[in-house]
């Protein structure tokens, strides 16, 4: 009896079948998946820091009557500027308490950095909040700021304002850290297309998060930024 068997053209017939197959179907899985990764982090985030906030209140009372969170470095007595920025002593005294995973914090030039167990980070400099699903997507332009092209796809902007704060901030007086929506007229056309909004065109498109978590924490199946 003669034993049956694959002839090398077959073989390599199916792995070429295989191969194109893959190459069909593995980038639209690694774009689930990140898309997974970053709605999972995005309400985790969301999550653990107002729960830090409110755990905070029972030792300091109502958010409205803390220290400012505002910019730059802390002043000595004598008005000279110290090491310690403004955002780091806030952030020691009212979230670092409360918050039972590890975390890592960084301290630079008045820019604090908290780096989650996750992967995930958070900038904090004053009442914006510009969370890294991927701390690794966390850069500076060569002008040293942070490249407005990566909103809303390697960060997503958040904002405390518990009070008013110049111009901004009516959105957001008395909440905990919520995505930014200042200016927002309530609609999802006006997340999509406001001065803010979430589309590719627009450059600050500070939106997207209040896009997201209007879903659900759910990234829209038409949602205007590559993943």
Known sequence: MKNKAFTLAEVLITLGIIGIVAAMTIP?????Y??????TRLA??????????QLAESNYGDRTNWDELGYGLIKDDEGNETNVAVAE????????PYIKSDV?????????????????????????????????????????????????????????APTIQGTLGNE??????????????GTKEGLLHGWYGCAQEINTRAYCTELIKQNGWKIPDD???KI
């Open 28 to 32: 639209t899985l690694m774009a689930e």
């Open 34 to 39: 990140r898309k997974k990764v970053i709605e």
């Open 44 to 53: 985790k985030f969301y999550s653990i820091i107002n729960q830090a906030i």
């Open 89 to 96: 002593a806030w952030v020691k005294k009212y979230i670092l």
């Open 104 to 160: 890592k914090m960084i301290n630079k030039d008045g820019n604090v950095q908290l780096y989650f167990y996750d992967g995930s980070m958070v900038a904090i400099s004053g009442s914006g909040w510009l969370f890294y699903p991927n701390a690794n997507k966390y850069k500076l332009a060569e002008n040293g700021y942070i490249s407005q092209k990566d909103a809303g796809k390697h960060f997503f902007l958040f904002f405390y």
């Open 172 to 185: 957001h007086i008395g909440n905990g850290v919520e995505p930014y929506k200042h200016g927002w007229d």
């Open 223 to 225: 949602y205007p930024i």
